[in-house]
């Protein structure tokens, strides 16, 4: 009975409660707010919070790459180049699926396996934003979607200038197209609220945009002559994937294991394997299995079911009714995550703090000894690459996007002006990732992947460095003048 009452007399959480918990959120120094968790065990959230802030910032991720990218650099220029090189292209591992089998060296892993799996992350972050995100509303995506188009054509043209009587190095227009998302936001990060969030969200939208076009450019020009007997089985795998999908399948483990099955057919089609991310990530369910109206209500019922169960006297592994709503609880909870979030949750730290610095450790490897660096660094695919990114990316951005505002077709965001938006456009010329990605597909000659990479290289360093400067003393001269006129 004392339990009983206690239940009763439970006090509901009123709207201002609600609100003040929400603001109350778990940080590093205070992982407990609320203190649900035991004395002994705060050390350890504390460290797990650190680690957990640590491997969801888009800066530290960037940091870790730019890490990795360097040391492939001084390996690259130094005696044990040759190992280390022969060490991932030509350490094999042995891959079945079924009675199917095949060998594929380290590097190949990397390049085909590991970044099919940062391309379905990338495909969730693209599918979120057509969903839910900045590119539902077309007239709030306008802006970033024109300024991509603009950022893509554009040093299209500047490549093409340089490269355009070559048949060998014609084929890497592709290359200065892409922006990297992750060291694009990464330094825009360091800038905090010195930059107004309407530039975070419009080089954001605008990084989803560009890698839309990038993955299609993989796809469709970047892809061997695709052998129809795979891509028709493909084509039946992604329909089985698309019908779990439609029939309500919400756990991830079967996407998973089709998704493998769906990786292979690509890989063996001739077209890039990477594309396999993409499309799993469109058809895992973003809704959630749970009804949520009705979990409001039994969750609260078991909550003071549980409360009625419980027993301060009792050791809580011998409360066996106890633990058994506890268990009913938890296990639902789960479920009202949507699939891609949860999925996304967990591949996040993966692919930032695992497969992207293993990309750049792997294929940043640019070797300067013994060659003529002057005769490299002034070759058409170095200066169409260059030029492609620091030039051509800012240029084609702020010319589509000053059209679109002029054309009304889309406005600035909310306290953006135009020196916001040029900063942001020069961050659009750090390429990296997905520039080393194509850049590795588009030549057959490994002196213009590695003149590409030098570009890219340089080009990224060069960027990131002036529009990180660039938006930094727009944002000292906001805050003088604020502080000269604060009645404006």
Known sequence: MAHTEKTQQEPKISEESADKLELVQPTAENPDPHGIYIDEVQGRNRRMRKLISFTHSSTRAAGVMLLAAIAA????????????????????????????????SLAHMINDMFMAV????????????????????????AL????????????????????????????????????????????????GSRVPSGIRVFLSTLAVADDIIAILVIAIFYGESPNLGWLAAAAVVFIV?????????????????????????????????????VLLAFV????????????????????????????????????????????????VSREVLPPVTRLEHKLYPWVYFAIL???????????????????????????????????????????????????????????????????????????????IFVANLAYT????VSEAKLAILLASLFAGVVGFLFLFMQASKAEKHSRKHPEQ
Not at 131 to 136: P, R
Not at 301 to 329: C, G, W
Not at 445 to 448: C, D, K, L, Q, T
């Open 445 to 448: 000659s490994s002196v213009f």
């Open 241 to 277: 994937l698309v019908v779990m999908n439609r029939k309500h399948v919400y756990s991830l483990v079967p996407y998973m294991l089709v998704g493998c099955v769906l990786w292979f057919c690509v890989y063996m089609s001739g077209v890039h394997a990477t594309i396999s991310g």
């Open 73 to 104: 650099l001084i390996v690259a220029n130094t005696a044990t180049y040759e190992p280390f090189y022969n060490f991932w292209h030509h350490t094999e591992v042995i891959l079945a699926v079924g009675p199917l089998w095949g060998e594929i």
């Open 144 to 191: 970033p979607i024109m300024g991509a188009i603009g950022g893509v054509a554009v040093p299209i043209v500047i490549y093409l200038l340089f490269n355009a009587a070559n048949p060998q190095t014609i084929g890497g227009w592709g290359v200065p197209t892409a922006t990297d998302i992750a060291f694009a936001l990464g330094i825009l990060a360091l800038l």
């Open 357 to 435: 610095p293993l990309f750049a450790l792997t294929n940043a490897d640019v070797s300067l000894v013994g060659g003529d660096i002057f005769a490299m660094l002034t070759s058409n695919v170095v200066m169409g690459v260059f030029f492609g990114l620091v030039v051509g990316k800012p240029l084609g951005i702020m010319l589509m996007s000053f059209l679109c505002v002029k054309l009304h077709i889309a406005k600035l965001p909310e306290g953006v002006n135009w020196m916001h938006m040029l900063g942001a456009s020069i961050l659009g010329g750090v390429g990296f990732t997905m520039a």
């Open 118 to 141: 940062f391309f379905l992350l990338v495909g969730i972050e693209i599918k979120y934003e057509m969903t839910v995100g900045e590119l539902t509303n077309i007239r709030q995506a």
């Open 284 to 331: 895992i369910p973003s809704g959630s299995r749970i009804n949520m109206q009705t979990f409001l209500e039994w969750s609260g019922d078991r909550v003071q079911l549980a409360n009625k169960f419980h027993d301060e006297q009792t050791p809580i592994v011998a409360q066996k009714k106890y633990l058994t709503t506890v268990n009913s609880l938890s296990n």
